[in-house]
DNA sequence: CGGAATCTTGACTATTTTATCAGGTATTGT
DNA sequence: ACAATACCTGATAAAATAGTCAAGATTCCG
């Protein structure tokens, strides 16, 4: 069970840009720095995050990488979203071994509401969370998520 | 966000034992039928699961597999856990990209947190599930599983 | 005993995911 | 205009994961 590291590393170059108090753009050079990745790497991860109409683009000199709207506005689950899938057993369900074209289970899984019910609490938890919650020290943030989600 | 498909198909494949009720062991070919995978990777989730002490085999003819222990007593979280990682965000703190050693965010990293409570809630969800809970019909389980958990 | 049924193992191949590279295109400042 | 800066794109290499194959070991039964 994991989440890809294009999820993980994106949602790191994202909040870059949302820690990044200046007027100025960001280039994918300094992100590269601060996140130690190459800067291609990073490249791609943005064009991803730009496709996804969460961050934009501005080209030439002085130009990089600034945030499409405020960072209260861009949950971590539409990050995390636009990076890969986010539903745990959702692919599964889908992609079958060899023999038949659909799941086995098809009818009757009860394996399904495993997945369903975590994947509920997994999206509301991701959605709730923006930006802005998560650009506080980590001592303040994990008291606020454990006042307001346990 | 994932789960490997080993953890899928091996849940599936130690339900079909539990599922079983009859005295005899289940050998690896009527598993791999009912479950539509080949028998080769269903032996080969079933030696993992064995590693983890959650079947046991039984050789010759006539042999196959039964479950180490009553089905009520094998949590879901187990045999998830044996089949591969279930948390969240573990590997990617430890796997760093090219340029240094140790996590760029060692000291403060306001998405640990994130994770954290991810984890925590699903492990404690996948721990109270076990094989018997899941060895009901789709819809009463879902309902169980509401009833209890949200 | 001898052979059929069944598990056991480890090496191998294929597929997907990660990450890098290199060459191209757009924009800006002078 | 033009050179510097920085984004853009598609091909390719590397690593991890998924899945297959083949030969071996153990047990049962007649």
Redesign the pocket.
């Known amino acids: 069970m ?1 989440i ?3 999820q993980e ?1 994106g949602l790191r170059c994202i909040l870059c840009l949302a820690a990044h108090k200046c007027d100025t ?5 300094e992100i590269a720095e601060k996140e130690c ?2 800067t ?2 990073v ?2 991860i ?2 991803t995050l ?1 496709h996804a109409g969460l961050v934009k ?9 600034v945030l499409e709207m405020p960072s209260k506005e861009i949950s971590v689950a539409k990050v995390l979203e636009s990076l ?1 899938p986010v539903e745990l057993g959702k ?1 599964i369900c889908k ?1 079958f ?2 023999e038949t074209d659909k799941c086995v289970h098809q009818g009757n899984c009860s394996i399904r509401p495993v997945w369903g019910v975590l994947n509920q609490f997994i999206y509301k938890f991701l959605s709730r969370l923006n930006l802005e919650n998560l650009n506080q020290s980590e001592n303040e943030l994990k008291a606020e998520i454990e006042r307001q989600c346990i």
């Open positions: 994991k890809s590291s294009m590393y753009p960001m280039t994918v050079r990745l190459t291609d790497y490249e791609k943005l064009v730009r683009s501005i080209r030439g000199v002085n130009g990089g990488y890969g692919s992609r071994s060899g």
